[in-house]
Every structure is written in C-alpha cells, then in structure tokens.
C-alpha cells in the first residue's frame, strides 16, 4: 500500500503508525497511573477536597444536691472569617463593624494581620446577641460578603451568679475547664465532639456532604454535688458579713455532714463571677488581686491552726490514758518556761481542769499535756487525724498542709504542736478532724460530688456513699471531748458568742499568728481567727468551720470575728434541714464559771 | 465561492473526475459528531459551580448551552464542507497554486496582523487571538493549521514536480510551510509544533528523500529551541516538568491536580457529573484540561474509551487515504487526519504528564467556539475526500 498508479506520492503507513502509538502511549498512560498511583492519588484528593467541621458535645451540668442547675451551658453564635476568602478586606471590615458593634478599622486590621501571617481563621465577635445575628446575616446577605461564617458555641451559664465560684470553677473563652469541679470533672463534663465532612471547593464551600464520615457527638455528663444551693447561699451571705464587719483580707467557711463527709457548703470570701473570671482591661495591680479572688482558701492555703489544734491534743492524751477528766494542772501563769522557751497565757490561771484547758484554751496547759504525751505519739495522732496528708476531696489545687517529718521534730515541738504552732493545715482539714468528734471517732473523706449522670439519664457513678478512712478514737473518748471541753468553750469558755437557740452548738476557737512569708517568725498584730463548730451536741448533724484572715478592725479573736458567724451558718443549716430542737440542752450553772474572752 | 464549486470546475479541468452524488464518509462524521456530543456533556459537568444556580436564560450565552451551541453550528459547518468538492484547492493547470495560495495567504495575513497591538488581544503572557463580539476570541493558528494542510497537500500534489527534486520540489514546499509555522509559532508554540509534526509527515506521506527529512528535522528542532528559550514562561514549564518534584502549587499545579482527578476516577470513574477536581481544583478543566474531568468522571475506561474513538479516527482517516485515487486527496486527508488525531494524543500526553503543558485543546471535546470551526472544518474536508473512494476510478 506504499504506491498508487505510479504517483510519486505514497500512502505513508509510518506517519499513522506513529500517531496511533501516541494515542495508545495515552491510554497506557493512564493504566499505568492508576495501578502506580492511583491510591496516593485519591489520597490528595480526599485531603484536599474534604473539609472536617466539630460538631461541638453539649457540656454536662453541674447540679447541687437537690437537682438544682448551678452551671449549665446554652449554644450562642460567634462570627469568624477566613480572610483569604474575602475579596475586598477593607470593604468586608467596614460593612459588618457597625452591625456587630466593632470598631472598623481595628476589624480590618485583625483581618490583615492573620493575611499577613497566613491564619485562616479570625475569630471576628463571639457570642453575639440575636439581634447582632440579625443585623449580621442581613447585611452579609444584602453586600453578598464571602469568607464570614457564623459558628455556634457553647456558653457556659452559672445561673446563681457567683454562688459557690470556687467550688464550680471556670472555663477559658474557648471552653477549657481550668478550676474547680468543672477541671476536676472536665473528662466527664466535656463529652465527645462529633464532626461532619464536607466536600468543599477551593473556596472552601460546600459541594456535598459525606454522609459516611458524620461522627455524633456524645454529650457531656452531668455532676451532682454534695453542696446544698441554699446552704451555700447562708453561708456566703454570713462569711462576707463577718469579712467586711471585721475588714479581713480575705475568709473562708465550710460547712461538713460530719456523719458522712458531704460537704454541703464551701466559701470563699473575696468571690469571683466564674462567667468572668479575670475582666479584661484591668490594671496590673487589680489582674493581681482579681487572680488571688481565684484561690479556694478552704482547701488550697495551709495555715497555722493556733489553738484549733488543743481538742486533738487533748483527745489523744486521753485515748491513750495520759490524762483524765477532772485533772486539775498547776498553770502559774500568766507565763512558764521550758527550757529556754516560755509560753504565754493571755489570762492568768493558778489551776485549770483538764475541760477548762481546752475550753479557756490555756497554752501552758497544753505545754504540760504535750509533755505527757511525748513528741512520738503527737507526731502518730497528728497523722491520724489526717493532718500533712490530702483529705481526696474531688477539688483541684488542695493543699496537704505541713507536718514536718519526724526526724526534724526537736523539744520544742512537744510545747509547739499542741498549741498549733510548727504546723500548718488547711480549714477543710481542720473541719474533716472536727468531725472525729461529732461522729464517734471516724475520720471520713469530705466528698463534693455525690454522683454523675449520663447525657441519657443513666447513673455513671455513685459517689453517694460515705468514705471512712480510718477510726482517730474511740466512741467515748471522741463523744466525751464534744460533750465536755468543746460545749463548754461555747457555754463557759471563749466561744460563748455562738450560742445559738434550740441547739447546742459545740466548737473551739483558734486565733493563729500568720507564719512571715517565707521566712522565720510572726507577722506583728497580725491574725488568723477561726471558729470550728458543730450542733446539735447530742447527734451532730452539721459542723462548720469560719477562719477570717488578717481582720483590719480591732477585734481579731476567733470567738469575736468567727464564731458568730459560724453559729448563724449552722443555725440556718440546721433550720434548713428541719433538724428538730435538742430535747436536753447542757445546763451552764452546772459547769465551770468565769467566761473567758480571749483564747 | 459558489463559482468554485467542484461541479463547474470539474467540468472545465481535465485532471479532476466529475463529482458524484455518492455521500462523504459516514464513519468520520458519525466519530465526531460522537466526540462533540461528549464533549457538550462533559463542558457541562464541568462548568457546574458549588452554588450551582439554575440555568438564566436570559444570559444562556455564558451557559455551558453555548457548547451545545457551537457542537450544532460545528456539525452544520462539517456537513456543508463535506458536502463540497475538496479538489477546488488543488493545483489545476489553469489556475495553478491560487485557490490554496489564497487560503495561505489568508492566513499569513491574519497571524501577522494578531501581533500588531491593538488588534491582537493578549492573554496570559501570549499574543495569539482576535477579540469577537460575545466574549469570543479567534485564534489565527486554529486558521493556518488548516491553512498550511491545504496549501502543502497543494504544492506536493503539483504533477511534473517531484517531492524528492531538492530545489523545485522540497525547498518550496516546506519553506512556505515554515513560514506558517515560524509566524504561528512566536506566540503560540504548541500549535506549531503540532504543526510541525503535520507538515513532516505530509513530507513522509509525499515521498521526499530521507537526507532532506533528516536535515530539515535537525534544522526543526533547531528552530523550536530557539521558540523555547525566546519566552520565559516556556522555559518555566520545561523547567517544571522535568525537575523530578515539580513544585504543586506553582507552574506544577496544573499537571499535578489533573493528575489528582485521573486517580481519584479508579477505573471506573466517580459517575458522570460526581467529579469534584472541577470545582476549582483543575485549571482550564473546561479546556485544555476536560480530558482529566473525563477521566475523575468516567474512569480510566471512560479515558480509554475516548483515546480509542481518537484510534477509530484515525484509522478512518488512514482508510480515506489509502483509497483515493489522486495525490492531493491522499495528501490532504493525510493532514487532516494527522492534524486531529495528533493534536489529540498530544493534549492527552500533556493531561497524563508524558510531555511538557501547552496551550493545546482536546478536539471536538474541550469547549470552545473558533477552535472547533476549524476543527469541524478539518473534519468535513477530510469526509469529503473519502467521499471518491466509492467513486467509479477513470469515469
């Protein structure tokens, strides 16, 4: 087929031959793509043409121990923008500033500033109002702006306000949990997110769905806490009455169900609104003190306990049969010296009984009952009141308190412990030995948490149950310190001011020299009252401790600036719980006379 | 152009036999008329946006039915052409080279007048196309590729003039076709070279002489360097395609996210309209790039499948030359044929990442006006120079 007719023209196979090789080369081409590479291929592609969005977990709630909601969290918009995808950035900026209540030009430049750097996401208002939404859309819509994207976010609400901030927490802006029950329990709280699959342009817009890659989210659990909304309320509305009677720098109150643990109410005095934690545009002198209101004093701070700390001295001695009631210690005070120590008395006594050791909180008395009780077995009782360990309770950031460790414990420490110096614990640890003595001699856990609740109502733990941690003393001797010594102190001795009607409250004053920061000795005229206090007497059903820091005005004893407040806080705890009136009341003719008015 | 018809020609020229009724070839109309239909589903699927809005008919013009449009007026253009004598361009005794002369010279006249400012639009970086009214553009290689086949098939056909003769027959011949291709190709190197390999092989075809298609490949490769290295942004694409990682979002992106479409097709295509390279990702995937769209939609077998109706093509064309009884036919349909069927396997060369990228279009698929004119132009000569082989020989 080369010729035709003697032309010198040819048909010219070649030429064709090679054009239909080309077109198979092609077509192997792509064989030859596919098998080689084909699944690295639509490996890029899926990476490149797919777009992942979270489809944020509802946060669980946290409830108080009647169901009540103290945090919860509702869905608002939030307006962020990809500036890559806005055409005309300026136009964008001046367009949307006036509906969303922003300045324009700072809109622009955030805009600007994330081009330059390359983000491509800005987050341009969060939070926004209905209204602001409305007027956004609409003029989104109207000036056809690209690259504005409405996204919806969890808010957390505290629908009490400040109520127990402390104990609640807070989130960051972007819903991080960094205190309180909501850090503690953020992995229940939290939940899943899901997130659904787009497959976008390169604009990032939609095409179509990937109905496969939708991942649910699973919503957060919700915790229920031993705290009582009410309870917390009274004790709050209390403590800060006391605080700013008595200008103090700062207080705090617990209240404890000393036959369980339960904390049925923790306060700190200065709160915080756990919305807001830190306002923006505060100077540094007010971020500071704006980050110390953050502190939970009750579990976080360890101080030194002053005279808080005779009952546990006293219980062990008479545990362990050093010292009986009735005893009568030869004091001559107002001072005695122990070797070249000499431990002062605020008042002068020739002779005190055992009670009245504790109830005039005499510090030579004590110094004598240490002597008995030797430093070995202090060092043993003070552990076993759980003094220098955590006491577990569910919170972030609690303070073990400092015990030092035996071997560096010298002479003075058998005068020092007992009169709650070279030691320092924190209120709740204060309040959790306390209860020794309401419930017969056991130590328990204080608890926060009674539970937590599936996003589906299904119980996911019960915390409800009271943890022993061990037995401190025996029933008679823990029933006798609370009956005897501890009544007194409020019938007789220093706490006389946190009588209260229908009960009889029990309790012990403490009123601590504050340890120098960071170095040796006292602060000079400088104190730490506290009260601890529980009632009924027969059958303690709530007991309490009020430490008030640092009180500016004159007065700083604990039976003056705290026992009054503790008593109207258990009082309230007590009508609360419709605990009925004490049948037999302690008669105070028939213990000792002479009030004291000072620790 | 009616008083050239081949009916009055015929009967005034000795050297060409009387046109008969007998009909152009089918197969080459049916083929592209299968490839145009293909081609409007395809610039359809790919022109559809992320917001996909309905179809304004007011403004359908900047629609994909504009393909469908010009696919319609295409197939009207083939059939007419087809319908025509092709031998009116050949050399006649008494109007020697004119009528192909004139189409050469048209042409000529339009690639110069494309560089002159003013009247050439410029487009990426090229001076290559006349504005029209409507958003169209018209390219003046689409003409002289179709111009040069002509005019060549013409000046190797001439009796008494053999090919292999170097000074009447060769020098000529291709010196007037490198003219075209010199003028075509300073702003527009693709074409020229498609071109190029065209003119070569209507030289195979003719006969010439071994040592002149050697020493004027030499001299061709010569002169496409010089092309090259005389814009910047060919060289960048050599540069890119050759260095072993080409970077994906600069002068490789194109290759590289139309390699992206091929693979994510498989074998068997995501489904026609189910591609997702098209929003976006694949440059020009309504043009020099519709083929990787064809191949994300319709698989690799989708791709074969088109490489194949290019096959089938081809042979037809080979079938119309092999039976024609006179040199221009032979050589005219030669072109032809090498023209689409080369411009073909060149634009699935580029789409595959076998050669370099050029501004080279898939025929009869990838959308466009002026280009498939031509296109459709080139076909319906091509038709009806199969339409003698049915013809009584010496009638």
Redesign the interface.
């Known amino acids: ?1 080369n010729t ?2 003697g ?10 031959v ?3 090789l ?6 192997g ?3 030859v ?2 098998t080689t ?2 699944a ?3 490996a ?3 990476s ?2 797919s777009a992942t969005m979270p489809i944020p977990a509802q946060r669980g709630d946290i409830l108080d121990a009647r169901g009540r909601v103290l945090a919860g969290s509702i869905r608002r918009p939030s307006i962020f923008a990809d500036p890559f995808l806005i055409p005309d950035i300026r136009f964008a900026a001046y367009s949307i500033a006036p509906v969303l209540k922003l300045n324009a030009a700072e809109v622009e430049q955030s805009l600007r500033e994330a081009l330059a750097a390359d983000r491509h996401f800005v987050w341009i208002k969060r939070q926004i109002s209905d209204e602001e939404l409305a007027g956004f859309s609409e003029v989104r819509e109207a000036k056809e702006l690209g690259g504005l994207v409405v996204r919806y976010e969890a808010q957390r609400k505290y629908l009490n306000g400040r109520l127990a901030s402390h104990v609640l927490g807070f989130l960051s802006a972007d819903n991080r949990a960094l205190a309180g029950v909501e850090l503690t329990y953020d992995s229940f709280l939290r939940g899943v997110d899901g997130s659904r699959t787009l ?5 990032r ?3 179509s769905a990937r109905p496969e890659d939708f991942i649910d989210p699973r919503d957060g659990a919700s915790v229920v806490l031993t705290i009582d909304a009410y309870i917390q309320e009274c004790t709050e509305k209390h403590l800060t009455a006391a605080a700013q009677t008595y200008a103090a720098e700062w207080a705090t109150a617990v209240v404890l169900d000393p036959q369980s643990g339960e904390v049925l109410a923790m306060a700190t005095y200065p709160d915080f609104d756990p919305a807001d934690p830190i306002p923006a545009g505060l100077r540094p002198a007010e971020h500071k003190a704006a980050e110390e209101r953050l502190f939970n004093r009750a579990i976080s701070g360890a101080y030194e306990p002053g005279s808080l700390f005779k009952p546990f001295v006293v219980s062990c001695a008479l545990e362990d049969g050093l010292a009986r009631y009735g005893e009568r210690f030869v004091i001559n005070g107002p001072t005695r010296n122990w070797g070249r120590r000499t431990i002062h008395d605020t008042h002068t006594y020739s002779t005190l009984l055992l009670e009245e050791v504790v109830s005039k909180s005499s510090n030579i008395g004590m110094g004598m009952i240490g002597e008995r009780v030797g430093n070995e077995r202090l060092n043993r009782y003070v552990r076993r009141f759980g003094f220098g360990d955590l006491t577990g309770i569910d919170l972030p950031g609690e303070h073990e308190g400092l015990v030092q460790d035996f071997s560096r414990w010298t002479g003075y420490s058998t005068q020092s412990i007992p009169i709650g110096q070279e030691i320092a614990i924190t209120p709740l640890q204060a309040l959790a030995a306390f209860s020794v003595f309401c419930n017969g001699g056991i130590l328990y856990r204080p608890r926060i948490v009674r539970g937590i609740v599936g996003a589906d109502g299904t119980l996911l733990r019960d915390d409800s149950r009271p943890v022993a941690i061990r037995r401190v003393l025996d029933t008679r001797t823990a029933d006798s310190i609370r009956l005897g010594p501890l009544v007194d102190v409020v019938l007789t001795g220093t706490g006389t001011k946190a009588a209260i009607p229908d009960y009889q409250l029990f309790g012990k004053t403490g009123t601590a020299q504050i340890a120098r920061p960071g170095g040796h000795g006292y602060l000079p005229g400088k104190y730490m009252g506290s009260f601890l206090a529980g009632a009924p007497s027969d059958e303690p059903r709530v007991a309490a401790i009020v430490s008030i820091f640092k009180p500016g005005q004159r007065a700083y004893y604990g039976g003056t600036v705290a026992a009054p407040a503790a008593a109207a806080i258990v009082a309230d705890a007590l009508n609360y719980m419709r605990v009925p009136p004490q049948k037999s009341m302690p008669d105070r003719r028939s213990r000792g006379a002479g009030v004291a008015d000072a620790d | 152009m009616t008083t050239l018809t081949g009916v009055r020609m015929t009967s005034r020229t000795q050297q060409l036999e009387p046109l008969d009724s007998e009909p152009a070839d089918g197969w080459i109309i049916f083929l592209v008329g299968l490839l145009m239909a293909l081609g409007v589903v395809m610039v359809y699927s790919a022109s559809v ?3 996909a809005a309905p179809i304004d008919w007011s403004q359908w013009w900047n629609s994909p039915l504009r393909q469908g449009a010009f696919a319609l007026l295409g197939l009207i253009v083939m059939l007419i052409v087809a319908g025509l004598d092709h031998r009116t361009w050949a050399w006649t005794r008494r109007r020697g080279m004119l009528p192909a002369g004139i189409v050469a010279g048209f042409a000529l006249l339009l690639l110069v007048a494309v560089l002159i400012p003013g009247l050439g639009e410029s487009r990426l970086g090229a001076q290559r196309a006349f504005s029209l009214p409507g958003g169209m553009t018209f390219q003046p290689s689409e003409f002289a590729k179709v111009a040069m086949i002509v005019w060549l098939a013409a000046m ?2 001439r009796p008494g003039v ?3 003769a170097l000074a009447t027959g060769y020098l000529p011949a291709i010196g007037t076709a490198g003219i075209l291709i010199a003028l075509t190709g300073l702003e527009d190197f693709g074409t020229a070279a498609l071109m190029g390999l065209v003119a ?2 209507m030289l ?4 010439a002489r071994v040592t002149h298609l050697s020493a004027t490949a030499v001299l061709g490769i010569a002169a496409a360097s010089i092309l090259i290295f005389s814009k910047e942004y060919r060289v960048r694409r050599l540069l890119s395609f050759l260095s072993e990682t080409p970077d994906p979002a600069g002068e490789g992106y194109q290759l590289s996210q139309a ?6 097709g ?2 068997w295509g995501r489904g026609l309209g189910n591609g ?2 098209k ?3 694949v440059p020009h995937d309504e043009n020099d790039f519709i083929f990787a769209i064809i ?1 994300e939609e319709l698989g ?1 077998v989708g ?2 499948v088109v ?2 109706l ?2 089938a093509l ?2 037809r ?2 079938t119309v ?2 039976r024609s ?3 221009f036919t ?2 005219l349909a ?1 072109g032809l ?2 023209v689409i ?2 411009q ?3 634009n ?2 580029v789409v ?3 050669v370099p990228t050029k501004g080279i279009s898939l025929p009869f698929v990838s959308a466009g006006g002026s280009g498939l004119m031509f296109l459709c132009l080139a076909a319906g000569l091509l038709a009806a120079c199969g339409r003698s082989e049915s013809a009584p020989r010496g009638a």
């Open positions: 087929m035709s007719s032309s010198t023209v040819r048909t010219g196979l070649f030429p064709f090679l054009a239909s080309a077109l198979a080369i092609g077509a081409r792509l064989v793509i596919e590479q084909g690295e291929l639509r890029r592609a899926d490149q043409q497959v976008v342009n390169t604009r817009q939609r095409v | 946006r992320a917001d190797l056909a053999p090919v292999r070569f092989a195979v075809m003719a006969g390699l992206i479409a091929i693979g994510s498989g074998w997702v390279q929003y976006g990702y191949c690799v791709g074969i490489c194949g290019f096959m081809l042979w064309g080979f030359v092999r009884r006179d040199d032979r050589l030669g044929t090498m069927c080369l073909a396997a060149i699935i060369a595959t990442g076998a």
